[in-house]
């Protein structure tokens, strides 16, 4: 069984050892600008004393930005990433938050599916996006999930009122 908590500072080795495996770090690169979402609130999904998945939010106002979600590779598909979504959003409603919204790229299918299920829409598409990232952060691959070229970045929103 998983449990789900807020991180604190004696997390923060273990979240960047899950960010390093399964996002390639936290820094990340959307929207022309590079970010450490580590600076940011999370929290963490443990499996007894291992950190299995971590979300990190950033709230500007009425309206959240889901900076990162990760889940580490034997634990997925598992529930846990919609438990660190509904945990995020419990999180940001509880500071006032209005909306919660999101950057993912133009192959990530599996993170679509469970942003679409967890109450996410389509709300804008930045085609060229990942290029445009790819030049501050030069680790990002050319192919993503699936062998699908990895293009366009995606923003989803989510409206937490309802």
Do not use: C
């Not at 273990?14 to 960010?19: K, S």
């Not at 959003?89 to 469970?114: H, I």
């Amino acid at each position: 069984m998983v449990h789900v908590r807020p991180l604190d500072a004696s997390d923060l080795q273990a979240a960047t050892t899950l960010l390093d495996a399964e996002l390639g770090g936290r820094l990340q690169a959307r929207l022309g600008e590079v970010h450490d979402v580590l600076g940011a609130p999370g929290i963490g999904a443990w499996d007894e004393e291992q950190l299995v998945g971590v979300a990190t939010y950033d709230i500007d106002g009425d309206r959240a930005e889901l900076a990162a979600i990760a889940v580490s590779s034997d634990h997925r598909l598992r529930g846990i990433g919609s438990q660190l979504v509904d945990a995020v959003a419990s999180a940001v409603q509880s500071k006032g938050g209005r909306e919660l919204w999101l950057v993912t790229t133009n192959d990530n299918l599996d993170a679509l599916r469970l942003y679409q299920r967890r109450g996410f829409e389509l709300a804008e598409l930045h085609r060229g996006g990942v290029d445009r990232s790819r030049a501050l952060k030069p680790g990002i691959p050319l192919l993503g999930e699936y062998g699908i070229p990895l293009r366009d970045e995606l923003v989803l929103a989510r409206n937490l009122l309802t």
